[in-house]
């Protein structure tokens, strides 16, 4: 009988393991409180410029795909970063940039590299702001 407690025991406490690791995932709470700490405030509207310039890069259905994050800091700072909802979601909207017969090498080389990047931070990505003090903030959050 204790075994098979112990057993169970065990299992639920695998189970709750990996559903809290599966869940958090998003890597988005350490950029916020980098830029919070640094002095930037998270804006509530997000303008239809960014709208459109988020669907320029990321394709049309990139409202169901992202979650835009506008940061301001003073009277000139704004950064806005892409939330994605997963890593996976990330690199697959990139894919289809592959076909390119110009570029598609080098976007499958920078697919294999991403993490590595400056403005990639698990699920999200950092797409303005690197003039005004975003990309410093940004790295932080790594």
Known sequence: ?????ATLITSLTLVAVL?????????YGKVQRAFKNDGWTEQTE?????????????GEDAENKVTIHVFTKG???NATVVEFKSDKEMTDSLKTLTEDPLLGTYIKNFIENIQNCQIVNG??????GFLTGGLETFKKSK
């Open 46 to 58: 997000i303008s239809d410029a960014q709208k459109n310039a988020v669907k320029e890069l990321f």
């Open 1 to 5: 009988m204790k075994k098979k407690l």
């Open 123 to 128: 699920n999200c990505v950092l797409i303005s």
């Open 75 to 77: 009277i000139t700072g």
């Open 19 to 27: 559903l809290f690791t599966l869940c958090g995932c998003s890597t």
